[in-house]
């Protein structure tokens, strides 16, 4: 067998079923394996309280809403502007702590268990790599 370099998760999957009819097949749900969501509690910037967000990472966004069943999110953050992600041992009191760490601010919120926790960093950090392999590398040769 050949060693492959493969993720714990997966952009997408192909789903293989019977369906009468090709419209029925284009209704079906959008599956992907390698999208997350759930409660996180995350730092606020400007009051620095804790405040529980319903949080989705899909493709390379991690969005927040208020509510789970809100359609529009609070904000959503572009995994390509994200230089780390992280736990974080600085908040006395608060467990399984992690950062998201862009340029321009570092998001701190926490999970209500480890295994989520570990979850949530594997998985933000395995589009982090993706992304930054997928990346053109250019040298220039010295003249």
């Not at 009191?93 to 998201?100: I, T």
Request: charged share 30%; with cysteine.
């Amino acid at each position: 067998p050949r060693a492959i370099d493969e993720p714990n998760m997966y952009d997408t999957i192909r789903v293989h079923a019977e369906f009468s009819t090709a419209d029925d097949f284009s209704k079906g749900p959008e599956f992907s394996i390698n999208s997350k969501e759930g409660f996180l509690t995350k730092l606020g910037a400007t009051f620095k309280t804790w405040r529980t967000r319903w949080f989705v990472l899909q493709k390379n966004e991690l969005r927040y809403y208020k509510n789970k069943t809100d359609k529009t999110p609070i904000r959503a953050l572009n995994l390509d502007e994200c230089s780390e992600c992280q736990r974080d041992g600085s908040h006395k009191g608060k467990f399984n702590v992690f950062r998201v760490v862009f340029k321009w601010r570092t998001f701190y919120m926490y999970a209500t268990t480890e295994q989520e926790c570990n979850d949530w960093i594997s998985l933000i950090n395995w589009r982090l790599n993706k992304h930054f392999n997928s990346k053109p590398s250019f040298r220039i040769k010295d003249l």
